[in-house]
């Protein structure tokens, strides 16, 4: 971009002193300037020429220019760092390419990396490397990166469009529209004033504060943003495009009124026409406007030619939203031709381009849907519903008066009625399935798996419900003029598991209403004989029960049943007629009616005419279940018992797992005092075909329970299967009357308290929304004294269902607390008492009894403090319970002259009495107290004191007594050190005798040997010494066969265990031998000095020597691997003690 400073003309430096003139607008061809510049033209002039050939669109003069400038040095750091920003934004371009691999792409931009980080090393500071750095972290989206890199340069000059540009791209790009849309108009307020700036710059800042403003739903601003680009450029492409989308997007919005929507759909189609041809004129491949393209042949049904536009768009660019609406087009596309597998995978594809596409999802439920996977459909669907936001008249009118927008299924997706449909057909669907059910199946899983239907149910119903009160411009998009909703919602409400008589008037409401669209619309023909069924039905289900003012219509005045007959007959006679139905349906359709008019016969007395019916179908059907059942119980309700068994046992024999034909047969045997019979047949049910079946559990209940007691041990085991019956039925079902009526039956009968409040307690578990629950069991815990646990449940039960206001509750709360603090003595659950029975008096002011009750709880509390001990009240505890005994004697002093059955004056009168009295005993314990306490207070000094006079002394005993061991420790320490100096002493004395003792003696004549002798005398002497000192505890003992080792280099370490009895035998022949020629001499007893030893005689020498060459053996025999302790060494003296005993 050419600045406002740019001059027309520069001038370039040739050789020597010659200058070159170069026009800048236009430039002339690159060819000609390289063909006048040489080599000692500054590198400069050559990055400046490719810049401005870059600005003019000139790319290939552009790259000549590059090429040449890589060929050059530069003279200065700051050219060299300009030319490798230019290089870098070089790569950077062209990694930007649609048709560029992303191999390539990946190359680029690491060599656009490299050139910035070698720029970086010349000057860091250099804002154009900051812009290029930033631009770098855009194509790499590092979105955060770049915004530091534009702030940076921001930072040092506010209006760099380059880095408002940049910053704007950041946040347009990490979709925050909002940021992105506030730098992109300071973009605009720089660039208009500018005449210099090009016109692509200006046009395409419009075009991103477009987009900006479509996506925050600012549709006119974003329009005028547009047309303002067309003003700039009549003939721009993309602005076409934009406008397109603006319009169509306008035109499916729900609430835009038909007369608009025609208009709006012919101003799309015009401006992606004129966007089209825009592009064809250019010779460009705008995939924004093939994409409109593509919408527009959706439009108007022309499909053949949709697969080449959407391939030739996804070669056009590499925009993800661009993609992903490709892909969703693609996926239409297969999905209208039925090939749901391709269509699954372009939906996934737009998916993984554009996560929070709103408009793939629905297609995916619908696949989904189709191939029966209702969980992932409605996945799909719920998150539709919490991406988009209700734009319906509904809303607005409640936005308008204030109120909050309801919060539950739908609600958040109120203006799309399609999602709302099918999201509740998926919910029924779901819903409608059976549970399965087998012989191993736990209680739980089965309840777990009860709720998750009834939760299902639950839910249908309240999207139905929302999808009857939709409000649309579209007349069509509404349940009230829907009647496959409105069919699809009766069903529901007839088979819900809470169904009421109130949900079959809805029911039959509905299909009323579908009737008369469908005859208003078609004519009374087009009325299926289906929809006049159920309608007779359901009249013959309602025919005793008046339904609410806004169920009843002005046509229910009549009988009901007649009115089920006559369309019973209107639909028999439709399927009579019906030239369409399969032969096999039609048949299966006039049964089903002329079973429901037999039903209905029975319900009017006409009992022979529906016997007649029942065995025409028999005739037709043998395996026709339930009329044979029927004919039963006519039989049976005649009086006709075995008929009926006999009809009983033929639908046995044609289906075999039939509950109700195990039931009704049961039943008729319980009738017949056949209990054995019946009890096998209820117990068949239960193990064979469904062990979850309600009617079998309570009818065996039932059997365990009312059958005949003849002993103790015999009703115990009764009642104890029926409450196993009953409390499993309790479990299956919370809500049904016969379980616990039942239960409560044979706990009364057995007394079992515990067992009564467990029931009580699952009852109220099961269903928590309930008043009378949470009621009857805090009455249950109250009768059997556990008012903690009744205190909780009656406040609950009070704040939440009764708003605090019921007296009844309020006194019953209030009587948990008084017996609780009458049987814990404590006063705070008498003031919780109070407090209570204060709020219904404020309710029943002039209710006696309240008056009364709280009389006799002030009478408690007061006498609870009168007996409390002192340590465990305090002044003011006492002062107020003699303020609240006053209130007390007052009220029933004024009780006791009313006159009122609700209590006895006389007791009034005699319980004021006693309260006074009570209270005087307060005043006086208040008296006590203070007394008590001052004389608490005065002990308590005194032992304070008394405590730290001990405490001194026992410091002083401590010190007086560390100091003392301080003294023996210093004593054992000067002990030690005399012993081990005399240790010392003895060691250096052994040491020059065993050098004496293991010189070898001279070989010589007689003398010679007795000098040895004498050699060996001194060593012996030293070895008694030792020998001695070891016994007196001042000698330090050595091993003889370690000293030998050392002497002659041997290890250490000698080997344990003994070799054997030679060496032993032999040493101790030479000692012998030796012993003969001399005199053994004698180790003296005390005496431990060396000069003792050197009088004995030469025998005694020889010995010892031999004693130690018999150790020595033993020694080697010992172990060469374990070094002696000095316990080993003490156990060698001894052996060569004892040695010297022989």
């Known amino acids: 971009m050419a600045s406002a400073g740019d001059k027309d003309v520069i001038e370039v430096h040739v050789e020597g002193n ?72 070089d790569s950077i371009n062209k990694s930007t390419g649609v048709a560029v691999p992303d191999a390539l792409r990946r190359r680029l931009l690491a060599d656009a990396e ?55 791209m950041a946040f347009t790009r990490r979709s925050e529209w909002k940021k992105g849309l506030r730098f992109w108009q300071r973009t605009l307020r720089i660039i208009s004033s500018d005449p210099n700036v090009p016109l692509t710059l200006q046009t395409t800042v419009r075009l991103a504060i477009g987009v900006c403003f479509a996506r925050l739903g600012l549709v006119q601003e974003a329009r005028t943003a547009y047309l303002r680009v067309l003003d700039l450029d009549p003939a721009h492409a993309t602005a076409h495009a934009y406008l397109s989308s603006l319009c169509l997007n306008e035109m499916r919005t729900p609430d835009c009124p038909n007369s608009e929507r025609r208009e709006l759909q012919a101003m799309g189609i015009n401006f992606a026409q004129k966007a089209y041809r825009a592009m064809k004129d250019k010779g460009e491949t705008n995939a924004l406007v093939l994409t409109r393209m593509v919408d527009l042949l959706f439009l108007e049904g022309r499909y053949d030619d949709v697969p080449v536009l959407i391939e030739r768009a996804m070669t056009a660019t590499r925009d993800p939203l ?34 929070d596409m709103v408009l793939v999802r629905f297609p995916l439920a619908q696949i989904h849907s189709h191939r029966s996977e209702n969980s992932q459909a409605i996945e799909h669907l719920d998150q539709i519903r919490e991406k988009v936001r209700p734009r319906t008249k509904t809303r607005q009118m409640l936005d308008a008066a204030g109120k909050a927008f309801a919060t539950g299924p739908g609600t958040s997706l109120g203006d799309d009625y399609d999602t709302l449909k099918l999201l509740g057909f998926l919910h029924a669907r779901l819903a409608e399935s059976p549970v399965l059910t087998s012989a191993t199946m736990p209680t739980r899983e089965y309840q777990e798996a009860r709720e998750r239907q009834r939760q299902l149910y639950s839910r249908a119903e309240e999207l139905f419900k929302l999808l009857m009160t939709f409000q649309s411009a579209d007349p069509d998009e509404s349940g009230s003029r829907d009647i496959h909703a409105m069919v699809m919602y009766a069903r529901l409400l007839e088979r819900s598991p809470t169904a009421t008589m109130d949900h079959f008037g809805w029911a039959l409401q509905l299909y009323k209403s579908a009737e008369a669209l469908l005859v208003r619309d078609q004519g009374e023909n087009a009325v299926p004989h289906e929809l006049l069924n159920n309608m007779g039905v359901l009249n013959q289900v309602l025919h005793k029960h008046k339904l609410p003012e806004d169920l009843a219509s002005k046509k229910d005045h009549g009988d009901r049943l007649e009115l089920a007959e006559k369309l019973y007959a209107l639909a028999y006679q439709k399927v009579r007629e019906s030239t369409t139905l399969p032969a096999e349906t039609k048949d299966a359709h006039e049964t089903t009616l002329r079973y429901n008019t037999a039903r209905l016969k029975e319900l009017q007395g006409n009992e022979h005419d529906a016997e007649i019916l029942y065995q025409r179908i028999l005739r037709q059907h043998p395996a026709y279940v339930d009329a044979q059942l029927r004919l039963g119980v006519i039989a049976q309700q005649r009086g006709h018992l075995e008929e009926a068994a006999k009809h009983f046992q033929q639908a046995l024999d044609v289906a075999p797992t039939s509950v109700d034909a195990h039931i009704l047969l049961g039943v008729l045997q319980l009738t017949q005092n056949q209990t054995r019979a019946a009890r096998r047949l209820f117990g068949k049910v239960l193990t064979d075909i469904d062990k979850f079946d309600i009617v079998s559990l309570l009818q065996l209940g039932n059997i365990w329970l009312l059958g005949p007691k003849p002993d103790l041990e015999t009703r115990d085991r009764n009642l104890t299967e029926a409450y196993k019956l009953f409390d499993k039925v309790l479990q299956l079902d919370p809500r049904n009357p016969w379980a616990a009526n039942g239960l409560a039956i044979a706990m009364r009968e057995k007394g079992w308290a515990d067992e009564a409040l467990r029931t009580f307690e699952q009852v109220r578990e099961s269903d928590d929304n309930v008043a009378c629950f949470a009621v009857n069991y ?9 008012y903690k646990r009744a205190i909780p449940l009656y406040e609950k039960a009070l704040e939440r269902f009764f708003e605090g206001k019921n007296v009844d509750l309020l006194m019953s709360a209030a009587k948990a607390y008084y017996m609780l603090g009458k049987n814990t003595k404590s006063a705070e659950m008498h003031l919780a008492a109070l407090k209570l029975l204060q709020r219904a008096l404020h309710i029943f002011p002039r209710d006696f009894l309240l008056w009364f009750n709280l009389s006799i709880v002030l009478q408690d509390h007061t006498s609870v403090l009168s007996t409390e001990r002192l340590d465990k009240v305090t002044v003011e505890q006492m002062r107020a319970a003699v303020a609240l005994a006053e209130l007390a004697i007052r009220n029933l002093n004024w009780l006791a002259k009313r006159d009122t059955q609700q209590y006895d004056q006389a007791i009034a009168a005699q319980r004021a009495a006693h309260i006074k009295n ?28 008394r405590k730290e006079a001990d405490e001194r002394q026992a410091r002083l005993a401590q010190e007086m007594q560390m100091r003392e061991q301080s003294q023996q420790m210093e004593s054992v320490l000067r002990n030690y050190e005399r012993v081990n100096a005399r240790i010392q002493e003895d060691m250096h004395e052994w040491d020059s005798i065993r050098a004496r003792a293991l010189a070898p003696p001279p070989k010589s004549s007689r003398g010679s040997r007795r000098g040895g002798d004498g050699e060996g005398g001194s060593s012996r002497g030293a070895r008694a010494r030792g020998g001695r000192g070891r016994d007196d ?21 000698e080997p344990s265990d003994m070799e054997g009895d030679d060496g032993d035998d032999g040493g101790a022949r030479r000692g012998k031998k030796a012993g003969k020629a001399r005199k053994r001499s004698t180790r003296p007893s005390k005496s431990g000095s060396v000069s003792g030893d050197e009088g004995t005689g030469a025998g005694g020498d020889g010995a010892r020597s031999a004693k130690r060459r018999k150790l020595k053996k033993r020694g080697d025999r010992a172990g060469a691997s374990q070094p002696l302790s000095r316990e080993f060494i003490e156990d060698s003296d001894q052996e060569l003690a004892e040695a010297e005993g022989e």
């Open 114 to 168: 490299a050139k910035v980080k070698e720029a970086e090393r010349i000057d860091g500071a250099y804002l154009p490397l900051w812009l290029v750095r930033g631009t770098l972290f855009l194509e790499q989206d590092a979105f955060e990166k770049a915004e530091v890199q534009f702030q940076f340069v921001l930072n040092k000059t506010r209006d760099n469009v380059p880095a408002l540009y940049g910053m704007a």
């Open 322 to 355: 661009l993609l992903a609406e490709l892909h969703y087009y693609h996926g239409r596309y297969f999905h209208r031709l039925g090939d749901y597998d391709r269509a699954h995978d372009h939906y996934i594809k737009a998916l993984s381009y554009q996560p």
């Open 778 to 786: 805090a009455h249950m815990l109250a009768e059997v004294g556990q």
């Open 18 to 89: 010659e200058f070159v003139d170069i026009q800048l607008h236009p430039l002339p061809p690159a060819a000609d300037i390289l063909s006048v510049l040489t080599s000692e033209t500054d590198l400069k002039y050559f990055v400046r020429l490719a810049i401005l050939y870059y600005k003019q669109n000139r790319p290939d003069e552009y790259d000549q220019f590059l090429a040449e400038c890589a060929n050059r040095r530069a003279d200065r750091e700051q050219t060299r760092q300009a030319l490798l920003l230019v290089q870098a934004i």
């Open 918 to 945: 009570l209270k005087e005993r307060l005043e006086k314990r208040i008296e006590e107290l203070i007394f008590t306490q001052e004389d608490r207070k005065k002990r308590l000094d005194d032992m304070i004191r």
């Open 1033 to 1053: 505890g001042d000698g330090f003992l050595v091993n003889d066969s370690e000293d030998e080792d050392g002497a002659s280099g041997v290890s250490e370490s």
